[in-house]
């Protein structure tokens, strides 16, 4: 039996078999789409994108940490990520922000039945899955899924083809924030800290670079 929502079409029943070869053609697919993608902002929109339609979420979402320690979302499927970009979440606090310090994923099959957490009205469903993003011992974000297509609660199983999903997502965002770091050792080492300008040793790297020319041309 199948159901077809907005022309996303997904197994309402699948054999483990089924389940498990269309999960690692999504992971091939997903891994190959990123190695393709470059800058970290370029890499969360295609992982929104992409786990949303495999588990036939409306909506997804995926944070990152700032430089300052907050959290902020980086992409957003569903909605406007606008509606979203200026909001910061302490670690700790709420789904996001808990599921970023403790590295446990969180799945919440009827938000009602737990305390402190509350509906949002955007949402059609009271179920939602929230995984942590890891390297490691280190945690680099967190997606979110909201409101099955299908509108019944997210399974472990669900659950489950998240995780495996944020393997390639895991390695892409290593990637990223490893060029990120390497960049602003770059630019560390050529400016003065206090002034933000060029120091002298980069003054002299450069004049060099220019003398060099003139030299051969006398």
Do not use: W
């Amino acid at each position: 039996r199948r159901n077809v929502r907005k022309g996303r079409d997904f197994s309402v029943s699948m054999t483990p078999e089924e389940h498990a070869r269309r999960l690692g053609v999504a992971e091939h697919r997903l891994t190959r789409v990123l190695g393709r993608v470059e800058g970290l902002r370029e890499v969360c929109t295609v992982v929104v994108r992409h786990v949303a339609r495999f588990v036939g979420a409306r909506f997804a979402a995926l944070a990152v940490p700032t430089e300052e320690g907050q959290l902020a979302i980086n992409a957003t499927h569903g909605y406007p990520i606008a509606l979203v970009r200026m909001l910061r979440i302490a670690p700790g606090m709420g789904v996001i922000g808990s599921v970023y310090v403790k590295g446990a994923p969180l799945l919440v099959e009827d938000i009602t039945t737990v305390p402190g957490l509350q509906r949002r009205p955007r949402y059609r469903t009271n179920s939602f899955v929230a995984v942590p993003i890891s390297a490691g011992r280190e945690v680099l974000g967190v997606v979110c899924v909201a409101d099955r297509l299908d509108d019944q609660p997210f399974s472990r199983e669900d659950l489950s083809s998240l995780r495996a999903l944020t393997a390639p997502v895991a390695l892409a965002m290593s990637r990223e924030l490893a060029n990120r770091n390497a960049e602003n050792f770059a630019r560390a080492a050529v400016t003065d800290p206090l002034s933000g300008l060029f120091n002298r040793p980069y003054f002299h790297e450069r004049l060099e670079e220019e003398l060099d020319p003139a030299r051969r041309r006398n």
